[in-house]
């Protein structure tokens, strides 16, 4: 009898249970009663539920001021803040007429880029009597030279007091005829006695003495090497010369060439002079210096801080 009322039970619950049904919507969230234009949810007659509002009928969010920092960034925003470009430095005011005007000028180019033109130089002047000790010191020797007007070819060109020099020494040619300063001469004159004909005589002595001097360039209104810009030439102010080659009583001419690897006495010779070259001039440039050089010795009297003197 018990079994049979557990089983009348157990039927009687199961019945309830499967007569028991689910509504067909969960329940919907109300709208925020916080925006402003909301209107409550309409029942739905179809569903049994409810219905948002049409979209006409939905708030806009306002927009945010302009000056209101977003809450993200994007991959394109950083975090560095936005700066006002540097203003370029000022130097003081210049004089009147000399404001900068577009471009470079004479006045802000480097000294390599200037034309001779743009240097605006002026001749060197000499005194009166270290012209006439330097002229004493050249008949002393035995130089054939002759006094020549004052040379301005504009542009900083030219020699206060130029010589024309037609003998190194006396019987010693210069040719063609040199126009240089008398100090160039001077410097010259001293190299070939006491370095060139020495070392000649050591090395060469079976072609005899040296009875001319071949020059390539005395005077000449350049910048260095000929080029369009850069510094004014020494051969411009008269303080250089240019030697192509010794010429000999016998045998052929000594050209003035790369020697750095001759073996012979010529070779020896070469290398002679142009190291005591550096002991009268304050420039001396071979052909081991550079493509410019390479036919020729260049001497220059420039005067440089401290007596340096540059010899390659």
């Not at 090395?203 to 360039?217: D, Y």
Request: aromatic residues 4%; charged residues 25%; proline residues 12%.
């Amino acid at each position: 009898m018990r079994k049979l009322a557990i089983l009348a039970i157990l039927l009687a619950a199961t019945a309830v249970l499967a007569g028991a049904r689910l509504p067909v919507h969960g329940p919907l969230p109300q709208q925020r009663p916080d925006i402003e234009g909301s209107s409550a949810p309409t029942p739905d007659s179809n569903a049994g539920g409810t219905q948002p509002p049409p979209a006409a009928e939905m708030p806009t969010p306002e927009p945010k001021p302009d000056n209101q920092k977003p809450e993200t960034s994007t991959p394109n925003e950083t975090a560095t803040p936005k700066t006002e470009p540097a203003k370029p430095m000022q130097g003081p005011p210049l004089p009147p007429g000399k404001e900068n005007p577009q471009g470079p000028t004479e006045e802000n180019k480097p000294p390599a880029a200037q034309t001779l033109e743009e240097q605006h130089l002026t001749i060197e002047p000499e005194s009166d009597a270290d012209h006439a000790e330097c002229t004493a010191a050249l008949q002393a020797l035995g130089v054939v030279f002759k006094d020549a007007p004052r040379i301005d070819d504009g542009n900083g060109c030219g020699i206060d007091k130029p010589i024309i020099v037609s003998e190194a020494l006396p019987g010693i040619k210069l040719k063609p005829e040199a126009t240089i300063r008398c100090p160039a001469a001077l410097a010259l004159a001293r190299w070939m006695k006491e370095s060139v004909i020495p070392a000649a005589s050591a090395a060469l002595p079976e072609r005899g003495r040296i009875t001319t001097v071949n020059q390539a360039t005395s005077y000449m209104c350049r910048l260095r090497n000929g080029a369009e810009t850069g510094k004014i030439s020494e051969h411009a102010r008269g303080n250089a010369i240019d030697i192509a080659s010794f010429h000999f009583e016998k045998g052929e001419d000594v050209a003035v060439r790369s020697r750095r690897e001759d073996p012979t006495l010529t070779g020896a010779f070469q290398r002679t002079v142009s190291a005591a070259g550096c002991l009268y001039f304050t420039t001396v440039l071979d052909p081991e210096s550079d493509a410019a050089h390479e036919t020729h010795f260049h001497l220059d009297v420039i005067e440089r801080k401290g007596n340096y003197r540059y010899c390659h």
